[in-house]
């Protein structure tokens, strides 16, 4: 009956109804969801202007953080499916250039530490 239907390539493999099916804890596409997940949270007081969880960048406008005089910008690259710091690349900018190491580092532990605590929030149930 098959073979009457698809022809000599015979069923797919794949049917639309996967996109249904439950994906790896670890995974949004092809980055760590967890790392994902923590960036847009930490940096909720940057607006999106885009996202592609599949490249596994965020790009943000400017935007001031909650108590702070300068806006910054970021552009945040998940690479890796792993929860781990080399997943991570954190570019920020402000209206006048980037911003130092010591700033950039800051956010990028602040994610981690956040992608951590969402992961073992997860583990708990």
Not at 5 to 12: D, F, I, R, S
């Amino acid at each position: 009956m098959d073979q009457e239907v698809y022809g000599e390539a015979g069923a797919p493999t794949s049917t639309i109804w996967d996109i249904f099916k439950p994906r790896s804890d670890e995974k949004v596409g092809s980055v760590n969801r967890y790392i994902w997940n923590a960036a847009l949270e930490t940096l909720d007081f940057l607006p999106i202007e885009s996202v592609d969880p599949f490249t596994g960048v965020i790009t943000t406008g400017y935007g001031t953080p909650p108590g702070g005089g300068r806006a910054y910008r970021a552009t945040i690259y998940v690479s890796d499916p792993a929860l781990d710091a080399r997943s991570l690349n954190v570019a920020l900018m402000t209206r006048s250039g980037p911003v130092s190491t010591a700033t950039t580092r800051a956010i990028e532990d602040a994610i981690l530490t956040r992608a951590r605590q969402l992961r073992d929030r997860d583990s708990r149930f």
